[in-house]
């Protein structure tokens, strides 16, 4: 049986770098996203800004459901209102919740973040904490170092 990969997500030409992004925007945009987010059972907001190569900022919240599979996390909320407008690569993500520390993405969203890149620079920030030197810094690489790969069978 020769199974060979379907898709890889698309390395860049250059590691996930720090330099040259604007993240107090970003945590900007997370900020005010998670003001909006829909928590009525666990009370936990979150919020997220994804920054597309074209400089555009895509905001995201978490909508909470009773069925708690249906719940939706700010990061995939993020991502597909830049795929909606037609982004399908990305240079950097911030997440703001509540807890101390920052929390990383959930492993749905590692995934649905690496169906995209694989290298993308992330930031969780504590809301209200304007200190970047508080902030946890991580890549996606480093938050999910095999991604799942659709493997189909070569005819």
Known sequence: MNRQPLFH???PDHAATWEGIDWQALVKVAAGSRERAYAPYSGFRVGAALLAPNGRIYGGCNVE???LGL???AERGALSAA???GQTSFEALAIVTGATPPC???GQCR???AEFTCDLPVVSVTAGDDEASNWSRFT???LLPEPFVLAVEKP
């Open 71 to 73: 719940t939706l996390c």
């Open 83 to 85: 795929v909606v407008d």
């Open 65 to 67: 459901n009773r069925v």
């Open 111 to 113: 995934d649905a973040l």
């Open 9 to 11: 997500p698309p390395v």
């Open 140 to 142: 996606l690489q480093n």
């Open 104 to 106: 990383a993405p959930c």
